[in-house]
Each structure stands twice: as C-alpha cells, then as structure tokens.
DNA sequence: CGCCCAGTTGAGAGTGATCAAAAATTGTGG
DNA sequence: CCACAATTTTTGATCACTCTCAACTGGGCG
C-alpha cells in the first residue's frame, strides 16, 4: 500500500522493518477514492486529515478570481499533502486530482503517534517536508527567471526524478498523465504555447542526452535524458 | 532586541512574560551584524545556526550560471531564516542583506531548549512557518499568472503588511529600502520595466484607496491603500 | 570635484498570448 | 465493436507585453 512512500524514504533514512509496519498500518485505514478532475479539499475547507497519494497524480493550486489558474505543485504517488495543516483553521489553496486518485487520509492522532513512536519516521518526514520546500523555492526560480523552454524541461526532468525516486519509470521513460492546459496552469504559459516548446524540448533532449536544462531538484541528482511519453506501451 | 518577533508571534499566540523573556534571551546572545550586499550564508555552505533578523532588510535567493538572480523572499525584522535547516547538509540557495543587518545567530541547542520548555513559543513557531510556505505559494502565484503591475501590487502590499505585523509602518507609509533591481529580481521583471509598472501602481493606489490588487497573504487581513515612499520624512 | 550607482526615458526586438479552426485522441453508449 | 461526443492536441496568424540596448540624469560618497 505504502511502498511508494516507504521507498521515497528509504533514500534519506534507512527503516526498519517495525517502521515499515507502521506506515503500511496507516497507510491501510481510511482509503479513498477520487475520480478525476476533483477537490480533494478546496480552498477555504478546514483540514481534517493528511493525505497521502497512494496511485494518480493530484496537485495543489489556486485559482484567481477572473479564473487565471496557478498550479503550484504536483502531488504523485508517494506524496504527503502537507504534514501540518492541522495548525492551519482553513486552506488557502485547493488540491485537486489530475488523473483517478487513490488516497490514504492519515488522522492527526495516528500522524502523532508515528512520529512519537517511530523517531527514524520522524526524521524522513522532516527531510520529505524540506525537500517539498526546496522544490517550491525551485518553481519560484522556474517562473521568475526561466524561458518557456527552460520551464518546461526543468518541470519534465524533476518529475521525471520524482517518479523514479518512488519507482514509477521505466528506463528512460515515465507516465506523464498531464494535459497541456495543466502544463501550461503549473509553468505560466498559454496551453497553445505549450506544445511548441515542449516540442522543442523532446527535439533538443533526443539531440543532448544531458538535457539543456540545469537541474536543481535538490537531491535527485544529475538530470539524465528523459524521454517522457503519454503512455507506457501495453505489455 | 527581539520585539518584532515577539509582536509577530503574539498575533498568533498570546505569550507570557517568559516566553517573552526566553525569546530576549535568545536573541542576545551572538548578535552579529552585517553590511549592505553581503552574503549571510551562501548556497553550498552548511548551516550553523538559525539567523533571526534584528534590524535591516536580507532576502533569499538564488542565481543562475548565466548571471540571472531570483529573490525568493523577503526578511524583513523579526523574520527567522528557516528553522529547520539543520536537517539539511547544505544550503541549496543564498540568503544576502539588502541593508545593512544586525541579527542574532541562534544555535540549535537554543532553539530545540526553546521548544522543549515553552510550548506557546513552539505553536507560534509553527505559525509563523505555515504562513511563510503560505506567503512562497503566493509568490508562484504572482510570478505565474500576474502581470506585471499586478505582480508589484501585490509584492508591495505583502511588505506593507508585514512590516506592519511588526509595527514598522507609520499610518500608510513604510520604508522601502529595495532598488529596482531587486524588486525585477523577486517579481521576475527587468530593472527597467519595474519603474513604468511601479509608477502605475502608485498612480492607481492614490485612485483607488483599496489598492487594484487582490489580497492573498494569508492572516493579515484586508490590503488598506498603500503609500510607499523611499524614506520615511525625518522627524 | 568627480566617480559610481540608481533611476529615468526612449526606441526597437522578441517571446509568449490570444483568437480561431482543424485534426487527432479518448471516452461512452448502443 | 462501432459510432458519436467530448476533450485534447496541433497549426496558423496577429497582437502586445515585456525585454534589451543605449543614452542621459541625479544623488551620495570618497
């Protein structure tokens, strides 16, 4: 249930298997299920639990009210929403599902009580929560200073890293479950200019297998040749 | 020495007299101080200590090989520079002074002494790290989807408003010690563009008193109109 | 007094937005 | 399994916001 999680873990903290219980035991209770395109929880709703992504992608985002649409990180499996949003009374942004999602919604007394009980989960989940933040500190950098080429190559590579952090590609090439609308509402271009420079993006990358675009996804690691398809061919 | 922080906290959680105190203790001791433009900790450098600005304005940032900066946030007094860095081995961005800054290093034992034994102090931290990933979501918002007079606006208000939180306006004026370079850098404009955008935001907040841009910075409140002038006219 | 940095102004160039419509793909019900 | 509907992708043309370059002004400081 939890392995995509427990295996994003295990690249910062080595668990036991008592640990390893633990979180499949809270990952097990209170399932949901989302089709997609909906609000997981929408901005102004008072948090009632963690959510953690079991299979599908979600993201977070905000929405202006003349309908211009921030996505402002992508969720996929493995993912925790926010460890700490029992501090906050209300949402000041909406996590919606992109693709059907399958979800865990861990209470805040079984979060407590993982992390009283379990130390090493405490400390993983310290370093998933810094990571998270240095990702958004890097979508600042991508949307402040970076050309559309650039936004979207460095999107592609640190998704690409992230689903081979919890085991979601396959060789060079991953699943990328995402409309060129929600590219363009995650990288601050128009839909339609989406596609010329992803375009150019898949053109230079078979061309340079390092990619052009640097990479500062933190600990991922070196940006290796991503090539990314709509669809794993059926085996 | 620690009053803009203590003013900030206590507009989350009401402190006692020795939470109060333990704050001022804490930011007695290693008060250090630094010039204009300089490097408080650079990335790749390991964190020692979380910094608690005094006095004086920093930012946090990041550069690109190719010279392209972006400012990620704005400290401005009583600001903490992430207190939890010690999780991480090195820093994966710079933060630097705009003005000269005095500030007190607060070590780790400090702190986690600190939160041991007061716990107000430890939800008020917490607090005031929800409402700055709050205020770096905003951020991506504003780089994503506004344009440029909008994206001034709103930066503009979000400082009004923090340096109000900790009594550093006068009615509705504040100082604004930041070229125009800088702010390009943290709105993701050029230099030259900020002043023609600049202006209009000040043409139209002497219109229009409730000032053109929405209010998303969380738990300030409404964005009152907005004066904003170099220097604050000397007594 | 002169230098340097910050701000200002103007003109031209380019990246990316918008609008419109066709083509391709996916999903759904018979 | 096919036909139809809905969504997504692709292409083309035009527009405009913002950038870049360059020159000039003004104030602070050695």
Redesign the pocket.
Known sequence: MAQHLIRKLEHFVRLSPEDKQALEEAARRNVRVFGAHQDIISEGDSPEHVNLILEGWACRYKQLEDGRRQIISFFVPGDLCDPHVFVLREMDHSIGTITPVRLAEISRDVLLNLTDRYPRITKALWWEMLVTTAIQREWTVNLGQR???ERIGHLLCELFIRLRTVGLTEGDSCLLPV???ELGDAT??????V?S?A?GVAEQGADRPEGQAPDHSGPGGASAGVAVQ??LPAP
């Open positions: 050309t559309a080429l409309t060129q609308v601050g271009l128009s839909n339609v200019h596609i420079r375009a709509r669809e």
